[in-house]
């Protein structure tokens, strides 16, 4: 019973999560990060005006928003549990994916949550896992962003973009000596990921970890 009624709701979250994580990351550039959902926030400010509908005392407006976006979010999950998930997330790109500045953040940010969540396509599925060697005894995985060899002026490179832990939409694009790219079987880019957002602790397979 637990799982039937908690489980739409995870979807729903995990639909939305691209559009919360874009709202938490500009209102952090606006100064609001600490307080990304409190009261003051417009998030926060949002849910009390809709908690407003239903109660008048301001102690209880906020607690009452939250548990209808709750609420909302639960029946979301429902529907992209269905075949309206590909419309939903369709329509949602398309909204969100075209603004100034909100797309930029967006975009990445929908494709690796959907990747970590399972959800069929998307252009990072095409990306190649490597394993890029600093030095004689250090190797960092990250991914092979095109099969194009790019030249500087100082021989052949590989691009590969390097993501950091435990957000891997972040991290750095490098131009690499080809001899030091090399590519890790078995490793696909959902492993990759959900072994960044775990900080290591689950690792895949692939790796022959213990």
């Known amino acids: 019973m637990l799982r039937r009624v908690a489980g739409p709701f995870v979807t729903g979250l995990v639909f939305l999560a691209p559009v919360l994580l874009t709202i938490v990351i500009l209102q952090w550039l606006s100064g609001y990060v600490i307080a990304a959902l409190g009261p003051n926030t417009l998030v926060g400010g949002a849910l009390a005006q809709g908690g407003m509908l239903v109660t008048s005392s301001p102690e209880l407006a906020f607690v009452t928003g939250l548990g209808l976006a709750a609420l909302i979010v639960w029946g979301l999950g ?44 998307g252009e990072l599925k095409g990306m190649t896992v490597v394993a890029v060697r600093f030095g004689d005894d250090t190797e960092v995985l990250g991914l092979l962003a095109s099969p194009q060899v790019f030249d500087l002026g100082q021989g052949p490179r590989h691009l590969v973009v390097c993501p950091t832990a435990p957000v891997p939409v972040g991290g750095a694009m490098l131009f690499v000596e080809v001899g030091r790219v090399r590519v890790v079987p078995g490793l696909g880019v959902d492993d990759l990921a959900k072994f960044y957002v775990s900080m290591g602790t689950v690792a895949p397979a692939a790796l022959g970890a213990k």
């Open 78 to 121: 429902l529907l992209v549990q269905t075949q309206w998930r590909a419309r939903l997330e369709g329509g949602l790109d398309g909204l969100l994916g075209r603004l100034p500045v909100v797309g930029g953040f967006y975009r990445p940010l929908a494709q690796i949550v959907r990747m970590i969540g399972g959800a069929p396509g």
